[in-house]
């Protein structure tokens, strides 16, 4: 099963609550309220979007977390990358070529590659703006739209 972390979804959770709010600072603890996920583990979730340059944090009474640029310029690729690391489905391709000994011989390397590199591209085409977005984002109405096309 391909799936992202826990702490992927909750960044993803975060991140929309944060664009919800435009430019309203929102503390840790606000968002934790909102949310329901444990105080510590939204600090360390915000910790590492604030080091990947996904957020902005203010000090002082009023402080708290801004998006660091507009929900439609932040990717959910940026968001899983800041999270979870590189995209990465098979282990020859997270750790690179040579890391695997069966690399010369493997049939379907070539096909990974593939996968992984559309995986990439839809996870870079969908924004934070579109995820926060009520109804059906731009992307999957166009993902519907060719699916229609094909008759399936």
Same mark, same amino acid.
Do not use: F
């Given at each position: 099963?391909?799936?992202?972390?826990?702490?992927?979804?909750? =960044?993803?959770?975060?991140?929309?609550?944060?664009?919800?709010?435009?430019?309203?600072? +929102?503390?840790? +603890?606000? /968002?934790?309220?909102?949310?329901?996920?444990?105080?510590?583990?939204?600090?360390?979730?915000?910790?590492?979007?604030?080091?990947? =340059? /996904? /957020?902005?944090?203010?000090?002082?009474?009023?402080?708290?977390?801004?998006?660091?640029?507009?929900?439609?310029?932040?990717?959910?690729?940026?968001?899983?990358?800041?999270?979870?690391?590189?995209?990465? /489905?098979?282990?020859?391709?997270?750790?690179?070529?040579?890391?695997?000994?069966?690399?010369?011989?493997?049939?379907?390397?070539?096909?990974?590659?593939?996968?992984?590199?559309?995986?990439?591209?839809?996870?870079?085409?969908?924004?934070?703006?579109?995820?926060?977005?009520? =109804?059906?984002?731009?992307?999957?109405?166009?993902?519907?739209?060719?699916?229609?096309?094909?008759?399936?």
């Amino acid at each position: 099963m391909i799936k992202t972390s826990k702490i992927a979804d909750y =960044g993803m959770m975060l991140m929309g609550l944060i664009a919800a709010y435009q430019d309203r600072c +929102l503390s840790a +603890l606000d /968002l934790a309220d909102e949310t329901h996920v444990p105080l510590p583990t939204v600090s360390k979730v915000l910790t590492l979007l604030k080091r990947a =340059g /996904l /957020l902005k944090s203010h000090r002082g009474v009023k402080g708290g977390y801004v998006l660091a640029r507009p929900a439609r310029e932040i990717t959910v690729a940026d968001i899983v990358v800041a999270l979870d690391g590189p995209i990465a /489905l098979t282990q020859c391709i997270e750790e690179g070529p040579g890391a695997c000994h069966l690399e010369p011989t493997c049939p379907s390397r070539l096909g990974w590659h593939q996968v992984n590199a559309s995986i990439q591209r839809m996870l870079t085409d969908v924004t934070l703006a579109d995820m926060a977005a009520p =109804g059906p984002s731009p992307v999957a109405q166009q993902t519907e739209r060719l699916l229609n096309a094909e008759g399936r």
